[in-house]
C-alpha cells in the first residue's frame, strides 16, 4: 500500500505546510486565533491543537512518542493554550515525525494495530499502513480548514501543493 519513502515525503510535506500554516496564522491576534468562526473545532487555534494532539496520540499508538498530555479530543482543543506555547510544541512535534519516519521500515507498516478509539469508544483493529495514511490525511484535513479560515480574514497562505514543496 504505501512505503518508507512515501512516508518520509509526507513527513517533509506535513512539516513545510504546518510551517506555512503557523506563519500565516503569526500576523493575526491572539483573539483572531482563538475567535469562534464556525469551523468544526470553531478556531484556528483550537483546530492546530487538535492536530497537534491527534498526531500526538497517533505516534503514541504507534510506538514513537509518549501519549499526548491531554486524554480526550475534547481536552486535546486546550493542548496548548498560548499561541507560543503551540507553535513550539508544533515545530518540536513534527522533528518527532520526521525522525519516526526517517527510521521506518517496510516491517514496521505491516500487520494491523489495535487501540482503544476516543471517538468510538471502543477497540477498533486496522491495519498499519492505513493509520499512517490516516494520519497524513487527518492533517492535510484539518490544515485545509485552518487554511479556509485564514482566507476568510484576508490572510493568504503561502503555496499548499506536494508537487511544489522544496526538499519534499
Known amino acids: 500500500m504505501i512505503s518508507p519513502s512515501y512516508v518520509r515525503t509526507m513527513a517533509r510535506y506535513n512539516a513545510w505546510q504546518n510551517a506555512n500554516v503557523y506563519g500565516a496564522s503569526d500576523g493575526l491576534s491572539d483573539a483572531q486565533r482563538k475567535e469562534d468562526r464556525g469551523a468544526f473545532f470553531g478556531s484556528i487555534h483550537a483546530t492546530l491543537n487538535h492536530l497537534l494532539w491527534a498526531d500526538q496520540a497517533w505516534l503514541h499508538r504507534f510506538g514513537a512518542a509518549p501519549p499526548p498530555a491531554k486524554r480526550g479530543i475534547v481536552e486535546g482543543l486546550a493542548l496548548c493554550e498560548t499561541w507560543e506555547a503551540l507553535h513550539d510544541e508544533r515545530r518540536r512535534f513534527d522533528g518527532v515525525i520526521q525522525d519516526w519516519a526517517d527510521r521506518l521500515q517496510p516491517p ?3 500487520g494491523d494495530l489495535t487501540w482503544i478509539s ?3 469508544g471502543r477497540e477498533l483493529t486496522r491495519p498499519k499502513a492505513l493509520l499512517i495514511v490516516h494520519l497524513f490525511n487527518h492533517q492535510t484535513h484539518h490544515r485545509g480548514q ?3 479560515l485564514l482566507t476568510g480574514l484576508g490572510v493568504k497562505p503561502g503555496v499548499t501543493d506536494l508537487p511544489f514543496g522544496e526538499n519534499i
Do not use: I, N, S
Request: without cysteine.
Open 108 to 110: 514496521d507498516m505491516a
Open 118 to 120: 476516543g471517538a468510538t
Open 146 to 148: 485552518v487554511h479556509a
